[in-house]
């Protein structure tokens, strides 16, 4: 188009629709130290609140409508106890020490029962002498426990209570007896920090920063905003422990997660204002546009992760709420200050952030450079894309390698055997179990609800129940009945010959319900099995019925987005898969260490350990929602050069070369933060670790690097199929767009409809304007990736 003045240059083209993502950048943008003393103040608020009241956390699972939970809530109900019910602690004596039994260290014992029964919360403490506390010595008097009773659960055990009440007991102390904490008390005094770990990531991040930003400032920027949002999403976590039960490793994982996210999301964002700083943008508005270009990416990919932790509400369990909750608090801070605090800081810091221009100084090595070609990804993206078939079948035999253990996966239940020797909880599991047998520490509460009020504990109806418990194939003992005040309600404590996390305990379980109770069960009864062993055996089978509802959730969900984002089905569809491949490589990696013990000494574990069924679950929602990140920049990027200039491979080549750098410096970033957390003594935290630091770094190397380029140079124009129906109900979103678009795309026009040429056949297809197009509309290309080094 011209005129009388000559060619009118392209104008950039302002897309339709609410500019929210503008409007929030603009507003932040404008009054930048408002926006940091907002979030600081946050910062403050969170902090002071979770020191007043308190950080709670607790172990404890409720699965409602299961048999164990019945169980629970009628002992709860119709026996009178504690509210933490009886933890204990447990005394030992050295072989060259006195014997519990001796004279000297009973009147020790019972003066430290003594001195424990006036602390703060302390209701009850029954001696190994007293009656209700016979057989708590073992045979060879050298270990026995104390039976403390508080009037807070188990959750609300601080490490404070648990402190008070071994400095209590120093008259056993004194007599040369070792007391150690074992349950809840334990648990209480064995949350360590995860600080270190914290400190390890964000070293790691920096040196992965100042490589790739080549500044100190550039560098420290992603760092502050992933410590801010570190700091509240743990500070609203400890709070939100006094309204659910939260369990110690949601709070590591949402520190993991939440760490991971916030340094990515800044760090997408600051790449894409340095690129605008680049070509002349004003500081101001080139915070604008990053927030309404990058920071909408980052608000897509951040409702990914939410929504495919949503999915676990299917599981029907409130541990999974909590489990989802958790991560989901820190990821929608991380988007939150990604949003409004990184615009107000861009604009503070402005030019300090800009990239040093290295080849415009050095002309030579520029010229240099690019008579060499593309290098690094843009070397690869032309490798997968010449050998499209080779490249594809190596990759899907390495990720099938690394995911054939995965067909060994089985959920377990873990018990403080597991934990790191030398802590409370270990401690006291070992000498239990030593002197007592393993199914000690988890031991099974029986319960039976009788239609008509008993005469007494010699029953017959309890006799009977009785004398089956005991002759049970793997139970060590049966306590005596106790009996309810109504007379209507029994209860047997058994202790299993097995260790809590053995598949036999699980099998004595499922013994017990299916062929010992009913044999035994009156006209009416009802007959409940509950305990940990139970619970847990009741928490992996609700987890396995329920886990192809919610992976089918998951999976709906991410292709939906992606349709949405991209308006290709097959694009969407492919996608998933390769999500599902990432997650399988993480899979059988976990397998192999944790369940197979292959590797398990490196990670500081004695052999190998159970996967509790959460683990896998929760790991599958975190990672769709992870990847989605990744798929987001390089479809984008892809899709872009696609409209352009309508050449699949030269697109695919395109893409991958100008977003591999970025992406693989995020992917990096997320993984040392993952491995970081293999420092801590929580089974479960390594687990997480391990897994996540897997599939992220398949995912943004094979998968995205390998796989997901030569499966699009295979499919072609394939990759952009859009049925005409389905493009008609789909709604036009501009991921990353930044609400201008280059030239090129603004003036591509309409696509013309080729007439029919003379010699066609009768298989020709209009490719131009079919039924079922093969792209969508050039106004919805975006001018480039957000993060595109």
């Known amino acids: 188009m011209s005129s009388a003045g000559g060619p009118v240059p392209p104008v950039p083209v302002r897309k339709a629709g609410v500019p929210m993502f503008t409007a929030v950048g603009r507003w932040c943008a404008r009054r930048p130290k408002r926006v940091v003393a907002a979030w600081l103040l946050l910062l403050a608020a969170a902090l002071a609140a979770v020191g007043a009241l308190g950080s709670v956390t607790t172990e404890a699972v409720s699965i409602p409508g299961s048999d164990s939970q019945a169980a629970r809530d009628l002992g709860d109900t119709a026996f009178t106890g504690s509210a933490s019910g009886r933890q204990p602690l447990v005394l030992h004596t050295a072989a060259d020490g006195p014997l519990l039994t001796s004279p000297a260290s009973t009147e020790a014992v019972k003066q430290a029962a003594a001195a424990i029964a006036r602390v703060d919360h302390v209701v009850a403490v029954t001696t190994p002498y007293d009656p209700a506390g016979a057989k708590a010595i073992s045979a060879d008097g050298r270990t026995g426990y104390l039976s403390v009773e508080l009037d807070v659960t188990g959750r609300e055990i601080t490490p404070g209570i648990t402190d008070r009440i071994t400095a209590a007991a120093a008259p056993a102390t004194a007599a040369g007896i070792e007391v150690t904490p074992g349950g809840f008390l334990a648990a209480a005094v064995d949350k360590g920090s995860t600080g270190h770990s914290e400190a390890i990531g964000l070293a790691a991040a920096f040196v992965v920063l100042a490589l790739t930003f080549s500044g100190l400032v550039a560098a420290g920027l992603p760092l502050l905003a992933g410590g801010l949002g570190l700091g509240i999403s743990l500070s609203v976590l400890g709070l939100v422990g006094h309204l659910v039960d939260m369990p110690s490793s949601g709070e590591t994982i949402a520190a993991m997660i939440g760490l991971g996210v916030g340094i990515d ?20 508005e080139a915070a604008v546009r990053t927030t309404a270009g ?54 503070l810091l402005g030019p300090r952030l800009a990239a040093r221009p290295r080849l415009a100084a050095r002309p030579r090595r520029a010229a240099k450079a690019e008579q060499a070609g593309p290098r690094g990804w843009g070397r690869t993206a032309e ?19 690394l995911a054939l253990p995965a067909a060994q996966l089985a959920f377990g239940q873990l018990d403080a055997g597991s ?35 008993a005469e007494g504990v010699a029953d017959d109806r309890i006799a009977a129940v009785t004398k089956a418990l005991q002759g049970t194939p793997g139970v060590a003992a049966a306590g005596q009945p106790q009996l309810s005040t109504d007379r209507r309600s029994v209860r047997w404590q058994v202790t299993p010959s097995t260790a809590p996390s053995d598949p036999a305990t699980a099998h004595l379980v499922d013994r017990l319900r299916s062929g010992t109770l009913p044999a035994v069960a009156g006209p009416g009864d009802t007959l409940h099995v509950g305990g940990t062993p139970a619970a847990q055996a009741d928490l992996n089978d609700r987890l396995a019925h329920r886990m192809p509802l919610v992976v089918g959730f998951v999976l709906a969900i991410a292709g939906v987005l992606l349709l949405l984002a991209f308006r290709a089905p097959v694009v969407a569809v492919k996608a998933a898969v390769m999500n599902l491949v990432s997650v399988g490589a993480a899979y059988g990696v976990l397998t192999a260490v944790f369940q197979q013990g292959h590797g398990a000494g490196l990670l500081g574990l004695d052999g190998p350990v159970a996967i509790p069924g959460y ?11 992870l990847s989605m990140d990744y798929e987001v920049f390089l479809l984008t990027a892809v899709r872009t050069a696609y409209l352009r200039h309508r050449d699949n491979r030269r697109a695919v080549v395109e893409g991958l070369g100008g977003t591999g750098r970025i992406i693989s410096s995020a992917a990096l970033i997320m993984v040392s933060v993952f ?114 080094p």
């Open 383 to 401: 490798v997968v894309a010449a050998r499209p078939w080779r490249c594809l079948v190596a990759a899907t035999l390495l990720v099938g390698a």
């Open 265 to 284: 999301y800044t760090l997408f964002g600051l790449t894409r204002f340095r690129e605008l700083l680049a070509a002349g943008v004003d500081r101001v």
């Open 419 to 453: 934990n790191a020797t030398g802590s409370a909880s270990r401690t006291a599991y070992d000498r239990l179990a030593a002197a007592f047998g393993p199914g000690i520490n988890g031991a099974l509460q029986v319960t039976d609800t009788l239609t008509t009020p």
């Open 294 to 347: 990058s920071g909408k990416a980052v608000a897509f990919a951040g409702s990914a992760v939410v929504a495919a932790l949503a999915g676990l509400a299917l599981g029907g369990i409130p541990l999974l709420y909590a489990l989802a909750l958790a991560p989901g608090i820190a990821v929608l801070v991380a988007v939150g200050i990604n949003l409004t605090l990184l615009p107000a800081v861009l604009v």
């Open 615 to 625: 683990v896998p679950l929760l790991m599958f929602a975190v990672l769709f929602g």
């Open 675 to 788: 491995l970081s957390y293999l420092l801590s003594d929580d089974p479960v935290v390594k687990m997480f670790g391990i897994g996540l630091a897997t599939a992220v770094a398949l995912d943004a190397t094979v998968v995205r690097g390998i796989l997901v380029p030569s499966t699009m140079v295979l499919l072609g124009r394939g990759n952009w199929w859009l049925p005409r129906r389905l493009d008609a109900l789909l709604p036009h979103i501009d991921i990353e767009g930044d609400g201008t678009e280059e030239p090129a795309a603004a003036d591509a026009g309409p696509t013309v409809r080729a007439e029919r040429p003379a010699d066609a056949g009768p298989d020709y297809q209009d490719r131009s304007d079919s039924q079922d197009r093969p792209v969508a509309a050039a106004e919805d290309a975006v001018p480039t990736a957000a993060g595109a």
